[in-house]
């Protein structure tokens, strides 16, 4: 993708933020604080993952973590979907950055093939996540490694299972954990919550330290994509290399905490964007979606 070409997709985004209208843009997916999108509208050959802006220094580093993450994916066997890390600047001397990858064949989605078929522990797609969680999720004094292993985070291509979406990056150094290092995500929300909001995410990538955790996440986010008559054979079919089997009721308590949680943190993240506009007289940089309705706040 040449850099005019992103310029002009950041010309876009940036209308889409300041109008809070998604209307121009062509969204084929939507993160908690950002979008997919499909770039040009028509036609579209890329997606763009805008990511949250900073200092050139942490995007920099930002860059080196995501890129070394897909690294270490590929060397446990586990394909990536081509994607190439790219920053363009901002006022104020900040720089923003944006994951590109190829578009890709809806029908080759694995949540869309799930939706298409019947529930069974045996489908191809089921086991290769399953395998590729077995390959990746090591948590050891060395440092750890894992994998968001939610069905919406990958693509069957070939008879292949790739990883559509690495983001966050789940490798950790000694000493650290999942999640304890957000970027600038924090930005989001008002200063005075951020030490909660990052407690309360460091809780949230525990479940990233072990097998059953991923499996657990990704059973009980089934319902979030519509998926959840698969539920009971994902559970079949991930309790088959757990110790400890997955429990349904919990993985839907779990869903439905989530539920009651997330309206809260999308009020702290509009505080935050009034602050930023009215008081700061700045552009607020993220989006504020409803995942679950597929808009923007």
């Not at 209208?21 to 997919?36: K, T």
């Not at 190439?84 to 809806?106: E, F, H, K, M, N």
């Not at 968001?148 to 559509?164: I, T």
């Not at 809260?264 to 979606?289: D, G, M, S």
Request: proline residues 6%.
């Amino acid at each position: 993708m040449e850099q005019a070409e992103l310029e002009s997709a950041e010309a876009a985004i940036v209308r889409a933020l300041e109008s809070r209208s998604i209307d121009d843009l062509n969204v084929l997916g939507f993160g908690e604080l950002g979008l997919a999108i499909a770039w040009p509208s028509e036609n579209s050959a890329f997606v763009l993952k805008r990511q949250a802006p900073g200092t050139p220094a942490t995007v920099a580093a930002g860059k080196q973590r995501m890129l070394g993450y897909i690294e270490a994916l590929e060397r446990r066997g586990v394909s990536v979907v081509p994607t190439t890390v790219v920053d363009i600047p901002l006022a104020r001397g900040l720089r923003v950055p944006y994951l590109i990858q190829p578009v890709l064949d809806p029908a080759e989605l694995v949540e869309n093939i799930l939706a298409a078929a019947e529930p069974t522990p045996n489908h191809p797609a089921l086991l290769a996540i399953r395998d590729a969680v077995v390959a990746v999720v090591e948590d050891s004094p060395a440092g750890g490694l894992s994998l968001d292993a939610q069905v919406s985070n990958f693509v069957w291509h070939h008879d292949q299972l790739h990883v559509l979406d690495t983001t966050p990056v789940l490798q950790w150094a000694a000493g650290s954990g999942p999640l304890h290092d957000v970027g600038n995500y924090l930005n989001a929300v008002p200063a005075p919550v951020r030490p909660v909001a990052m407690k309360m995410t460091r809780k949230v990538g525990e479940a990233y330290r072990t097998q059953h955790g991923c499996f657990f996440r990704a059973v009980a986010y089934l319902r979030r994509i519509e998926l959840e008559h698969w539920t009971d054979a994902a559970i079949q079919c991930f309790n088959e290399v757990l110790d400890q089997p997955i429990d349904r009721a919990v993985a839907d308590a779990e869903y439905a905490a989530s539920v009651k949680e997330l309206p809260n943190i999308k009020r702290l993240a509009r505080a935050q964007r009034h602050w930023t506009e009215t008081i700061r007289r700045q552009r607020y940089e993220f989006f504020i979606t409803d995942s679950f309705a597929g808009k923007i706040h």
